[in-house]
């Protein structure tokens, strides 16, 4: 929703709402796949909006990329192969190509309308898509998935938007199969899983039990606060071939040897870290 001076996403499930002050829409179109929108705000910089919903600032995506990308990242072995199911942004893009470990990262984007804008307006997020090891695809990423050879992929990440629309699919026990058959033996998932404070029945536990439907043998939580999100508690899920997540590079993220934001060891380490509730729910 929104008026001359305020953008507002309101969340029914929650019954509650969150705004951002607004100087000027900048942008706004129908793709074939969604209503894409872009403000210029008044304290977190631009704006990109999907279908109504607050999709990233300028201000606070760090959190959401860095947590998307670098704990399942150390979470693996050697993460050579890597693939991003959605992203278009190229945030998480940014953050993954970090790793000079990752030898090709593929990301599968079904809208190049979403990638075309985050180029015009949110360029910094932008600066790895010309690597070398980066090859951007646009397409339906659930068909990519499913094509994709078997034990050919080391860490699967879906950024992806809320379970509705050209997302609903990536949610769902027949995608978890794709992954899980795409993943070698020591492969990882990891996904968005939204707000544990109001998804943790809705969305959350469904997701866990679907992805251990489909073979993974062990999925655990990660937990970040992202401020223009429902709640401000924001989640993504990590999913594994074996019966335990392999923490052998942890020590790793005491030297980080590139630049972040929000993530560091210690963040690395508390993000597994579940409140009572939500441990007894998964």
């Known amino acids: 929703m ?3 001076k305020w953008f507002t996403e309101e969340c029914a499930e929650a019954g509650t709402a ?15 796949f969604q209503k894409i929108e872009i403000y210029a705000t008044k304290s977190f910089g631009k704006l990109m909006v999907i279908d109504g919903f607050v999709m990233l600032t300028e201000r606070d995506n760090f959190i959401y990329h860095e947590m998307m990308s670098h704990p399942a990242l150390f979470s693996h072995t050697m993460p050579c192969n890597a693939v991003i199911v959605g992203g278009g ?14 030898e090709k990262i593929t990301q599968v984007e ?24 980066v090859n951007l695809v646009f397409d339906d990423a659930i068909k990519w998935v499913k094509n994709a050879p078997v034990d050919s992929i080391d860490l699967i990440i879906v950024d992806s938007t809320d379970p509705v629309g050209p997302a609903e699919g990536l949610f769902s ?7 899980f058959r795409a993943l ?10 939204e707000s544990p404070i109001i998804h943790l029945e809705s969305l959350i536990k469904p997701m866990h039990n679907c992805m251990q439907e489909a073979g993974f043998r062990n999925t655990q939580l990660l937990n970040f606060p992202l401020p223009v999100y429902p709640t401000g508690w924001w989640s993504a899920t990590l999913a594994n071939k074996q019966s335990s997540i392999d923490f052998s590079r942890e020590q790793d993220t005491k030297s980080l040897q590139f ?16 409140p009572q509730f939500v441990s007894k729910q998964l």
């Open 2 to 4: 929104q008026n001359n």
């Open 18 to 32: 969150f705004s951002l002050e607004i100087h000027e829409k900048l942008h706004e179109e129908q793709t074939p």
């Open 89 to 102: 942004d190229c945030g998480t893009l940014l953050e993954v190509a970090k790793h000079d470990c990752v």
């Open 110 to 133: 079904i809208d190049q309308r979403v990638t075309d804008l985050s180029l015009e307006h949110f360029p910094q997020l932008c600066t790895a898509n010309s690597d070398p090891r």
């Open 173 to 179: 026990t027949p995608f978890y199969k794709d992954c």
């Open 184 to 193: 070698k033996i020591d492969g990882l998932l990891v996904q968005q899983s």
């Open 259 to 274: 630049d972040t934001q929000y993530y560091n060891h210690a963040i690395h380490l508390a993000c597994f870290a579940s």
